[in-house]
């Protein structure tokens, strides 16, 4: 069996770049993860904030292609449909990525080719790629001095507020588990109370103690469920700002990645230097010629590491102002505050 | 940092959640308590018109060991084996808060100050709730007895009352709880005997019955209602830490850089915190809706074993009557120690009256009192369910107008 589910792309623009003014594409998850994986390749390591795609879950694709008849699977799909929604939105947001072909044909092409080796951007193993380009940037060989106090400031938040979500994504979750149990618990209890009414001798305490008990089984339950359905969109809502937050601190690991090129170049032209030197000295005409070609060579790739480096800090600069959006929250801060 | 709670209640008379009268020849009341580190001091207050006590109004401090002292001579007195007996109030039990509060404690460098003040004042509220229900529970017992036409006029009661030194009643021994544990054991085997001998009197026969029943359901429902409240506290706790989390969240120092949402996102936003807000009301709410009910089924789980107790008291007496009455039927055939057997006989006779007597009407009373109290409860339960329905949709209501208001 060969089912997928194919979701359907619509889009309206006034933009020239299209070639027309609203169109529909119909794509598949894994479309979605290859688009991601060509944008991370092209414009990740110049410090751009890559939006992360949706997670891949086994159990929920296997649901719907099962074809289980429940609402379970009907909510996977809406919620990755969600899901999927913000991650294009966030895309074609960005003013830079927008502009890449490979954006415009994922939204207008009729058929896109098929995307291959997607298995290892499902949502755990993006995190994880984001964790080992952390561990290699701990494994720097010179602490970067840090030049711009901005960037280092800015790295704290990004770290305290993923510290944040994650316990916040830890208390949501529980929160589901104990809603669920407490349907579960209110459906016995309401069995139990309906047993006590029966058993009751004064005819209208009997009566009363049944419809109590209906009466708690009908809208607690239905209540507690709904309620264990929010929270679990909004612990989704929570990972995926999660995922985000990843995506802005992958930005700024590779603007330090950019720092020890150019800084591995610096040595490496050092080293070079040192070697004429030594050349001049012993006196080796031949070797001192190929020495100087190589000292011009490594000049070069300093100059355009460090030019690299001044670019991607200052992409990564862009990014991380172009998210701030204080704005938004200064109006909400005392409706959020009252409530809490 | 030691959290111990020591505090001075000051409690107004309550209306307890059993239906009693009160006259002014007794009234029994708690005016105060204070929780010490593992012991409650609860001071019972006595206002009296009867002759038996030296004033008219007075004071005595007691522990909830002499209460239970107090239930057990009542219990083990052979002359109140017609009554029902009123249940003994379960010892407070402040463990749990203790270590959730102490746990805050030593998690307190790990939190926001923010964080922190508002779940201590959490834990708090919690451990000021049991140690209300704990007082309450110790009056009703008191209240209790002091409305029983019998029990108010016994003697190591009025010592209860009046006597303002310590009663010097410690609490049980190893060798007299395995006593009282054997006891138990015999008493249920010989409940099983007895239950089965079928009663003559259609009354108590269906109540034995009915009891029985009762019993056993109201145990089953205590029981679904105590786990469905330890979830909504669970939940209620959960949603608390979320609260505070997304307040600290909501700061600027916090949040500088958002979601790159759009607005109708942000509007998402106003959405969650509302809901969570609802949440955070309704868990409390519905914990203190739970707590009513499982503290009526409770109680009545404790009334009916005591009404049961009684019917196996007097079947133990109708036993005794009919062994009595085989002896002496024996005796007078052998024609030897037929007057031992006839007083004998005459005293279990005297006895199996005396208890169906007034059993009859303690039973009658029990469920009048019964039906009453759960009526009380129940509407109030469904008041309270209604009134906070009506906040819900309030607050809902002025969200709603606020997303409007943005867009």
């Known amino acids: 069996m060969n089912a997928y589910m194919a979701y359907k792309v619509s889009t309206q623009t006034t933009l020239a770049m299209f070639r027309n003014k609203t169109f529909t594409v119909r794509r598949r998850f894994s479309d979605f993860l290859g688009l991601y994986e060509k944008l991370s390749e092209k414009h990740g390591p110049n410090g751009f904030i890559v939006p992360p795609p949706p997670e891949k879950s086994i159990l929920g694709m296997t649901k719907v292609k099962v074809g289980k008849d429940d609402s379970s699977a009907a909510d996977f799909v809406e919620r990755r449909r969600g899901a999927l929604e913000r991650y294009l939105q966030r895309v074609v947001n960005h003013p830079s990525l927008l502009q890449d072909p490979d954006v415009r044909e994922f939204l207008e092409r009729e058929e896109l080719p098929r995307a291959v080796s997607t298995q290892a951007l499902s949502g755990a193993g993006f995190l994880k790629m984001i964790n080992k380009a952390t561990d290699a940037v701990s494994k720097m060989t010179i602490k970067m001095n840090e030049s711009d106090v901005w960037f280092e400031e800015k790295l704290q938040e990004v770290e305290s507020a993923d510290q944040h979500f994650r316990k916040l994504h830890t208390l949501v979750e529980s929160l589901v588990i104990h809603r669920k149990e407490l349907s579960l618990n209110t459906a016995s209890f309401a069995k139990s109370a309906a047993m006590l009414g029966s058993a009751e001798d004064n005819t209208a305490l009997s009566r009363a103690l049944s419809q109590l008990a209906e009466v708690e089984d009908k809208m607690e339950q239905l209540h507690q469920d709904q309620a264990a359905n929010d929270t679990f969109s909004f612990a989704e809502l929570i990972a995926d700002f999660i995922r985000l937050l990843g995506a802005v601190r992958g930005s700024f690991d590779q603007r330090m990645k950019a720092w020890q090129r150019w800084q591995d170049a610096q040595a490496m032209l050092q080293k070079k230097r040192e070697t004429e030197a030594k050349l001049l000295w012993a006196n080796k005409p031949d070797k001192l010629q190929l020495a100087k070609e190589e000292i011009a060579e490594w000049e070069a790739k300093v100059t355009q590491y460090e030019r690299d480096f001044e670019r991607v800090s200052a992409t990564v600069r862009k990014e991380v102002i172009r998210f701030e959006l204080i704005k938004y929250w200064e109006a909400f801060l005392p409706e959020a505050k009252a409530i809490a | 940092m030691h959290y111990g709670m020591c505090c001075l209640c000051v409690l107004q008379p309550r209306a307890v959640n059993v239906d009693l009268q009160t006259d002014a020849t007794l009234q029994v009341d708690i005016s105060d308590a204070l929780s010490e580190r593992d012991k409650v001091k609860f001071t019972v207050h006595t206002k009296s018109t009867l002759p038996n006590f030296k004033q008219n109004e007075f004071s005595v401090v007691r522990q909830h060991e002499e209460f239970i002292w107090l239930h057990d001579s009542f219990v083990e007195n052979e002359d109140y084996a017609g009554y029902i007996i009123p249940p003994a109030p379960p010892r407070p039990d402040f463990d749990a808060s203790r270590e959730k509060l102490q746990k805050l404690g030593e998690g307190e460098g790990s939190m926001t100050k923010e964080e922190f003040t508002k779940m201590k004042q959490e834990l708090e509220a919690e451990y000021l709730a049991i140690f209300k229900k704990t007082v309450a529970m110790h009056e009703v017992f008191l209240c209790r007895v002091a409305a029983h036409p019998v029990l108010r006029k016994d003697l190591n009661f009025h010592v209860f009352l009046e006597y303002n030194q310590d009663l010097s009643v410690r609490g049980k021994n190893k060798k007299e709880k395995l006593e009282d544990f054997f006891k138990n054991v015999v008493k249920s085997a010989d409940g099983v005997l007895v239950a089965g001998v079928k009663d003559v009197d259609d009354f108590f026969e269906h109540e034995k019955t009915f009891l029985l029943e009762y019993h056993n359901r109201v145990k089953d429902a205590s029981a679904k209602s105590d786990k469905m409240i330890r979830s909504h506290k669970s939940?209620?706790?959960?949603?608390?830490?979320?609260?505070?989390?997304?307040?600290?969240?909501?700061?600027?120092?916090?949040?500088?850089?958002?979601?790159?949402?759009?607005?109708?996102v942000v509007e998402s936003g106003l959405l969650r915190f509302c809901f969570i807000a609802l949440q955070k009301i309704e868990a409390r709410v519905a914990a203190d809706e739970d707590l009513k009910?499982?503290?009526?089924?409770?109680?009545?789980?404790?009334?009916?074993?005591?009404?049961?107790?009684?019917?196996?008291r007097r079947s133990r007496a109708l036993v005794d009557y009919e062994n009595a009455n085989k002896a002496l039927d024996k005796a007078r055939a052998k024609n030897r120690d037929v007057l031992q057997a006839e007083t004998s006989q005459q005293l279990c006779c005297h006895k199996f009256e005396k208890i169906s007597e007034s059993a009859k009407q303690e039973l009658i009373d029990f469920k009048t009192r019964r039906v009453a109290a759960f009526r009380k409860n129940l509407v109030e339960l469904a008041e309270l369910e209604l009134k906070h329905a009506k906040g819900n949709l309030q607050l809902l209501q002025s969200c709603l107008g606020v997303l409007k208001g943005n867009t």
């Open chain 2, 293 to 312: 009910l499982a503290d009526l089924l409770k109680y009545y789980l404790r009334e009916s074993q005591a009404a049961k107790d009684l019917l196996y």
């Open chain 2, 235 to 264: 939940a209620a706790d959960d949603i608390n830490r979320i609260a505070s989390s997304l307040y600290t969240l909501g700061t600027p120092a916090m949040f500088k850089f958002e979601f790159e949402f759009t607005s109708s």
